[in-house]
C-alpha cells in the first residue's frame, strides 16, 4: 500500500505563488507515476498536472499551463506542484495521486493524499 501526504496549502492573494508538497511511503515511489488534481465541492475532481517515474516527462491541464509545474524527488519520495500567478478560481483541494500508468483520469489512479486546501482571495 502506498500512503500520501499533501502539505504546503493555505491562503494567498491572487498572483501570489504556494508549493504543494506530497510524500509518499510504503512502496517504492519511483515505480509510480503521480498527478495533481483539484477539487471544488460539488464538482468533479479535475485533472491538474502528471509527472512520469523519472521525471523527464510532465503534462498539463489547459487552465494551468505556463503557470503550474510539477516535478518530483524519488530520492525524497515527494512529489511538488509550484503554482503561481494564482488566480482565484484556482481555488480547490488539491489532491496527489499515484499509479503505474500516466493519465489524466482520476478513476484510473490507484492511491490518493487526503488533500490540501489552497484558497485564492481575489
Known amino acids: 500500500q502506498l500512503q500520501l501526504v499533501e502539505s504546503g496549502g493555505g491562503l494567498v492573494q491572487a498572483g501570489d505563488s504556494l508549493r504543494t508538497s506530497c510524500a509518499a511511503s510504503?512502496?517504492?515511489?519511483?515505480?509510480?507515476?503521480m498527478g495533481w488534481f483539484r477539487q471544488v465541492t460539488g464538482m468533479e475532481r479535475e485533472f491538474v498536472a502528471g509527472?512520469?517515474?523519472?521525471?523527464?516527462?510532465?503534462y498539463y491541464a489547459d487552465s494551468v499551463t505556463g503557470r503550474f509545474t510539477i516535478s518530483r524527488d524519488n530520492a525524497k519520495n515527494t512529489v511538488y506542484l509550484q503554482m503561481n500567478s494564482l488566480k482565484p478560481e484556482d481555488s480547490a483541494v488539491y489532491y496527489c495521486?499515484?499509479?503505474?500508468?500516466?493519465?489524466?483520469?482520476?478513476?484510473?489512479?490507484?492511491?490518493w493524499g487526503q488533500g490540501t486546501q489552497v484558497t485564492v482571495s481575489s
Open positions: 509527472i512520469n517515474w523519472s521525471g523527464t516527462s510532465t
Open positions: 510504503g512502496r517504492t515511489f519511483s515505480n509510480f507515476v
Open positions: 495521486a499515484a499509479d503505474r500508468v500516466s493519465g489524466r483520469s482520476h478513476s484510473q489512479y490507484d492511491y
